[in-house]
């Protein structure tokens, strides 16, 4: 089979990338060994904000909420299917391995394509913890399966993955604690804003254990230490699902790179700002090259690569990538924050605004939350970080201004709808 352009992979990535390769006159192959849609389809970004969802409508039926999840998913996945049976594209499932540069075998097929894109993904990232071959030790994926509410859950990890299933579980009920190795949760957000964001959590149950590691994982207890003061504390959970949130890897497990002689190391396959590989038709969007593990991320790459291929330009700003985690409350952030300024030692301003002073806030009762706005000295935005209601489309705002290099009189000048939480960004901004 020979073929314009061979994606290998059918998340968020592959099966954009698909789609706009093929309106663009190009035919297309895509390689899925697993589900259309990927892990953010399948076993991620949907079906965790499903349950997020769920945890705040209904968080007495767990069952229900993991049949309503099971069931938009399978109507998503049925969506991408179509997709990727719309005239241009072909669909090839099994393990794609490369021959040479130009060959890849899928299965019992053999594609020679003139271009490649590799958007393979991610897995969950196992960290070297005696016991960790525990029968009760868990990743995102089969928490995700779980078929009836833990009465308690240990979860090691508050990054993004961690710090949602320690909201979902908490407010269906589980006992949830949480154990992490870093001084404080999300490390990629501000600091005071993720302080603040694991109080509010903390508020609903769950029991953080922060500056700590774990050492070993038994059948009744989870053994960690503390990073300052080296005190160990043994932890009784028996019977109760241990979650590994340590973070993820990229996927690129069978895909026989070394044939085909693209570079790559444990951190993921090496690319330029227009995700050419070592070879310069080959290609790698998304987990994969573990730069930006965000499903939209991967999409922005995709674009960029088929654009690239095309000979076309854009205006895509890969440095600009907004990201957020939907706990209860949810958190979003785009951009340098305060610390990140503070870090790089280049001056900034700090501006704040926050929920209870405005009114939307507090007709749809939601008054936890805070939004922070770093600057330059000559008030070009830089960045925003978040929590509370609307976190994520208030960040979504600022990272809109940053592409067109607003400021913050800009943005003071914008009129906003009334009532609306994005109304704490204008008047931040106000004189």
């Given at each position: 089979?020979?073929?314009?352009?061979?994606?290998?992979?059918?998340?968020?990535?592959?099966?954009?990338?698909?789609?706009?390769?093929?309106?663009?006159?190009?035919?297309?192959?895509?390689?899925?060994?697993?589900?259309?849609?990927?892990?953010?389809?399948?076993?991620?970004?949907?079906?965790?904000?499903?349950?997020?969802?769920?945890?705040?409508?209904a968080?007495?039926?767990?069952?229900?909420?993991?049949?309503?999840?099971?069931?938009?998913?399978?109507?998503?996945?049925?969506?991408?299917?179509?997709?990727?049976?719309?005239?241009?594209?072909?669909?090839?499932?099994?393990?794609?391995?490369?021959?040479?540069?130009?060959?890849?075998?899928?299965?019992?097929?053999?594609?020679?394509?003139?271009?490649?894109i590799?958007?393979?993904?991610?897995?969950?990232?196992?960290?070297?913890?005696?016991?960790?071959?525990?029968?009760?030790?868990?990743?995102s994926?089969?928490?995700?399966?779980?078929?009836?509410?833990?009465?308690?859950?240990?979860?090691?990890?508050?990054?993004?993955?961690?710090m949602?299933?320690?909201?979902?579980?908490?407010?269906?009920?589980?006992?949830v604690?949480?154990?992490?190795?870093l001084?404080?949760?999300?490390?990629?957000?501000?600091?005071?804003?993720?302080?603040?964001?694991r109080?509010?959590?903390?508020?609903?149950?769950?029991?953080?254990?922060?500056?700590?590691?774990?050492?070993?994982?038994?059948?009744?207890?989870?053994i960690?230490?503390?990073n300052?003061?080296g005190?160990?504390?043994?932890?009784?959970?028996?019977?109760?699902?241990?979650?590994?949130?340590?973070?993820?890897?990229?996927?690129?497990?069978?895909?026989?790179?070394?044939?085909?002689?693209?570079?790559?190391?444990?951190k993921?396959?090496?690319?330029?700002d227009?995700?050419?590989?070592?070879?310069?038709?080959?290609?790698?969007?998304?987990?994969?090259?573990?730069?930006q593990?965000?499903?939209?991320?991967?999409?922005?790459?995709?674009?960029r690569?088929?654009?690239?291929?095309?000979?076309?330009?854009?205006?895509?700003?890969?440095?600009?990538?907004?990201?957020?985690?939907?706990?209860?409350?949810?958190?979003a952030?785009?951009?340098?924050?305060?610390?990140?300024?503070?870090?790089?030692?280049?001056?900034?301003?700090?501006?704040?605004?926050?929920?209870?002073?405005?009114?939307?806030?507090?007709?749809?009762?939601?008054?936890?939350?805070?939004?922070?706005?770093?600057?330059?000295?000559d008030?070009?935005?830089?960045?925003c970080?978040?929590?509370?209601?609307?976190?994520?489309?208030?960040?979504?705002?600022?990272?809109?201004l940053?592409?067109?290099?607003?400021?913050?009189?800009?943005?003071?000048?914008?009129?906003?709808?009334?009532?609306?939480?994005?109304?704490?960004?204008?008047?931040?901004?106000?004189?």
């Amino acid at each position: 089979m020979k073929t314009d352009l061979l994606i290998i992979g059918s998340g968020p990535g592959g099966y954009r990338a698909a789609g706009y390769a093929a309106r663009n006159g190009l035919s297309v192959v895509v390689a899925e060994r697993d589900q259309a849609g990927g892990t953010c389809l399948n076993a991620g970004c949907i079906p965790t904000k499903c349950l997020a969802h769920d945890a705040s409508a209904a968080p007495s039926d767990f069952a229900s909420a993991m049949e309503r999840k099971a069931l938009v998913t399978q109507q998503l996945r049925t969506g991408v299917e179509q997709l990727l049976s719309a005239p241009g594209i072909t669909l090839v499932k099994g393990q794609a391995a490369f021959t040479d540069e130009h060959t890849v075998t899928i299965g019992d097929t053999i594609v020679e394509a003139d271009n490649i894109i590799i958007a393979t993904g991610s897995e969950s990232r196992m960290p070297p913890i005696t016991g960790i071959d525990n029968p009760r030790v868990i990743t995102s994926t089969e928490a995700l399966q779980l078929q009836s509410l833990p009465e308690t859950m240990v979860i090691v990890g508050a990054g993004v993955i961690g710090m949602e299933f320690a909201s979902i579980l908490a407010r269906f009920g589980s006992k949830v604690t949480v154990i992490e190795y870093l001084k404080e949760c999300l490390p990629m957000f501000d600091k005071d804003i993720a302080k603040r964001l694991r109080k509010a959590i903390e508020k609903q149950g769950v029991t953080f254990f922060m500056d700590s590691a774990v050492s070993e994982i038994t059948d009744e207890e989870v053994i960690f230490k503390s990073n300052k003061t080296g005190a160990e504390t043994r932890l009784p959970c028996a019977g109760a699902p241990v979650l590994i949130a340590t973070g993820r890897k990229p996927s690129v497990e069978g895909l026989n790179l070394e044939a085909a002689v693209v570079d790559y190391d444990a951190k993921g396959i090496k690319t330029d700002d227009c995700l050419r590989t070592s070879q310069p038709h080959i290609y790698a969007i998304g987990d994969v090259t573990g730069k930006q593990m965000l499903a939209h991320a991967a999409t922005a790459m995709g674009f960029r690569a088929v654009n690239t291929i095309l000979g076309k330009s854009d205006k895509i700003r890969l440095d600009i990538m907004p990201s957020a985690v939907f706990t209860y409350p949810e958190a979003a952030t785009v951009g340098l924050s305060e610390d990140a300024c503070k870090q790089l030692g280049k001056p900034c301003k700090c501006l704040k605004g926050y929920h209870r002073a405005n009114g939307k806030a507090l007709a749809i009762a939601e008054p936890e939350g805070m939004v922070k706005i770093t600057a330059d000295t000559d008030g070009t935005i830089l960045g925003c970080t978040a929590y509370g209601a609307h976190s994520a489309d208030m960040v979504q705002e600022i990272a809109a201004l940053m592409n067109c290099n607003a400021t913050t009189d800009d943005l003071a000048s914008i009129i906003h709808i009334h009532p609306t939480l994005s109304e704490i960004l204008q008047d931040m901004c106000l004189g």
